[in-house]
């Protein structure tokens, strides 16, 4: 597995840089376009909640965009964090080649 020193982009920052400031819109704002809590955007957006299949839906509804692209970022995102909170997954040898 290849090591990137720093942590891919979550995706909550990619949705807030690319999209709610240019755009002008608020977490409340966005929350009631996706039909979803504020609280959840907010979670969302402050990098401290997960893109699911259904967010990512909504989301790329919203934005015009590929579901695929939020469930990309946010899988890039749980990869890099999962590598780097344990090494205990490099114990695991292969079973066939």
């Not at 840089?17 to 959840?40: C, D, F, M, Q």
């Not at 299949?53 to 749980?78: E, I, V």
């Not at 964090?81 to 695991?92: F, G, L, P, T, V």
């Amino acid at each position: 597995m290849e090591r990137r020193k720093r942590a891919p982009n979550h995706p909550g920052g990619i949705l807030c840089r690319e999209y709610l400031k240019p755009l002008g819109l608020t977490v409340s704002e966005l929350a009631k376009i996706l039909g979803v809590s504020r609280k959840t955007v907010s979670k969302i957006i402050n990098e401290r909640g997960s893109i699911s299949a259904d967010m990512a839906l909504r989301l790329s509804r919203a934005f015009n965009t590929t579901p695929q692209l939020w469930l990309n970022l946010q899988q890039n995102c749980d990869l890099w964090h999962a590598a780097q909170d344990s090494d205990r997954w490099k114990k695991i040898r292969a079973v066939a080649a």
